[in-house]
């Protein structure tokens, strides 16, 4: 076997030049196949270092939460943290566990990352405590957590606080970014916030952690990943995890599958209502039959890269909105779901999904601007669709794509976490076949008639759900003005240092060489068709969202 994977890391690097490789070969000195032990499927990266990187994804999250309990998938992995484990009558706390951990590095103390499919705890240990670890740590919490109830009540204050409060009324992009995740997938189990929904928070016990425990917490749904390779360290942390969910006298659950969201029949626009909201933000996306293990998501990715790259000057959008014209701060587009958008330059990885949706993000922007942004967002993805990319953009966006796989791969961390993912999505980690592993590969591989024709066959325009954050005293004209149909300017000649005279009763502008194609590419923008019916467009107020499992919460009293 080590034979084998030596020839495939081999094969690989030839595929990679010299100086990507030589970033991969820095962090991870031999490939790794998966290796099955017992139940669990295992991803593995040798790594140069005292440390050893474990990650443990239960494939179960918010979108496994029963209907009434929304946020229960979040708080059992919190409590499973911070709940005690251990002996009833000896509980180790998370004040103990922190001092327990604490000389072994800010690692050693356990984290958690929730999504709406799975659940991913994470941990550094240093080589040299490694036994004492499995023994004090990370058995006692995977197979005896106590889910203390005066735990489970404060961390479900907080967790209200944040979702009924703070995203609500304080964060404007973030909850633009979270109620577009509910847009897409309503009606389904991954329509409400990973943390929660109010009403659902509200109604959880402790008995129902125990039992979501019980239920999805098994060893057989469970993937690892060790930063070693070494089999006593392999054996270590299946045997804590064959611990799990091992809670006697629960009942479990009847485990529940999210279903796929419904196509988007048309156009149709929500506008939140926030009170006192700055500036305006606009998402807009649709279901995308496309996972990253799909031979189509090279070339699809290779088009976004050029769209609209996550928070950098290099993407189309980002030119033509921000760049050219200063309307906002920063455009972008997506064919897979980014967690916690504006904290991150680079995507985390270990929120795998089964279901995938396409969305731009406009930045915030001025109220009175958001119809227009809106148009012009869909006449650049409009256009994509009709022209594609030439030859030399698409070179041009896959010497990009390059670039940023030395920052998606730039830690052994993220190294591990990504094969991690391999395995949810069935991907083989350690060989060609990984998403990191074979990136640069698949990326040289594309070419332009595979990108145009993957552009035509996924992207489109007539069925988007549009999601707009503004303020409630805009919320209603912009409603009017988008129904009203007629073209929606933004900025003005004199925005544009364009001289205006009039002579005989007739306008002149006076435009210059270089200001002739903004001037007609913000008229195209401005004339092009919404097509919003009168029952697709709908003013929420902000309250409305996050109440229960539904997308929108229309109060008692219809208001």
């Known amino acids: 076997m080590k034979h084998i994977k030596e020839n495939s890391c081999r094969r690989f690097a030839r595929l990679v030049p010299a100086g990507f490789a030589l970033a991969l070969v820095a962090f991870a000195q031999v490939c790794a196949v998966p290796q099955k032990a017992g139940a669990q499927e295992i991803a593995t990266l040798e790594a140069p270092s005292p440390l050893v990187q474990i990650r443990i994804m239960v494939k179960a999250g918010s979108a496994h939460d029963p209907e009434g309990k929304e946020g229960l998938a979040y708080m059992t992995a919190r409590l499973i943290l911070a709940g005690s484990y251990g002996r009833p009558n000896r509980p180790v706390t998370k004040e103990a566990m922190a001092e327990l951990t604490r000389p072994w590095g800010g690692g050693a103390l356990p984290g958690v990352r929730v999504d709406k499919e799975s659940t991913t705890f994470m941990m550094t240990v240093p080589r040299e405590v490694f036994d004492t670890y499995m023994n004090q740590v990370l058995e006692p919490m995977l197979g005896r957590p106590l889910f203390d109830e005066g735990e489970l009540d404060r961390i479900r204050s907080e967790v209200l606080t944040y979702v009924g409060s703070s995203l609500r009324n304080e964060n404007l992009e973030m909850l633009g970014l979270e109620a577009l995740d509910n847009y897409i997938y309503a009606g389904t189990g991954r329509g409400h916030l990973v943390y929660g929904s109010v009403q659902g928070l509200k109604a959880i016990t402790r008995e129902d952690i125990r039992r979501f425990c019980v239920t999805y917490y098994s060893p057989d749904n469970v993937l690892i990943g060790l930063g070693s390779s070494d089999r006593a360290v392999r054996d270590a942390v299946t045997g804590a995890v064959r611990g799990m969910g091992s809670l006697r006298g629960v009942e479990a659950f009847e485990a529940s599958r999210p279903g796929r969201p419904a196509l988007v029949q048309g156009r149709e626009m929500t506008i939140v209502a926030m009170p006192n909201s700055p500036a305006a933000v606009i998402q807009l996306g649709f279901p995308l039959p496309l996972l990253r293990s799909d031979a189509d998501f090279w070339p699809l990715w290779v088009a976004n890269v050029w769209l609209g790259t996550h928070r950098d000057s290099y993407s189309h959008l980002y030119e033509v909105i921000r760049q050219e014209r200063g309307y906002n701060y920063g455009d972008y587009s997506y064919i897979e779901h980014f967690a916690s958008r504006p904290a991150y330059l680079f995507p985390p990885f270990n929120t795998p999904r089964t279901s995938q949706y396409f969305c731009a993000w406009i930045r915030p922007i001025t109220h009175e601007y958001v119809a227009h942004i809106t148009k012009a967002t869909l006449w650049e993805i409009e256009r994509l669709i009709k022209e594609g990319l030439t030859p030399e953009q698409v070179e ?147 309250s409305a969202l996050f109440e229960t499992g539904a997308f929108v919460t229309v109060p008692p009293d219809g208001r």
């Open 396 to 542: 041009s966006a896959k010497n990009k794509a390059k670039v940023l796989y030395l920052n998606y791969a730039e830690t052994s961390d993220r190294l591990l976490a990504a094969r991690v993912d391999d395995l949810f999505y069935g991907m083989t980690p350690g060989t060609p076949e990984g998403y990191l592993d074979g990136y640069l590969g698949r990326i040289d591989a594309v070419t332009a008639e595979e990108v145009n024709a993957a552009i035509r066959r996924y992207l489109q325009v007539d069925n988007v759900k549009i999601l707009v954050v503004t303020d409630e005293t805009q919320a209603r004209a912009l409603a009017d003005q988008v129904l009203a149909g007629g073209p929606a300017w933004a900025k003005l000649p004199g925005d544009y240092q364009i001289a205006v005279t009039e002579e005989e009763g007739r306008r002149f502008y006076h435009v210059p060489e270089d200001r002739l194609d903004t001037i007609r590419l913000e008229a195209a923008w401005a004339y092009y068709p919404l097509q919003l019916e009168q029952d697709r467009v709908r003013v929420v107020p902000v």
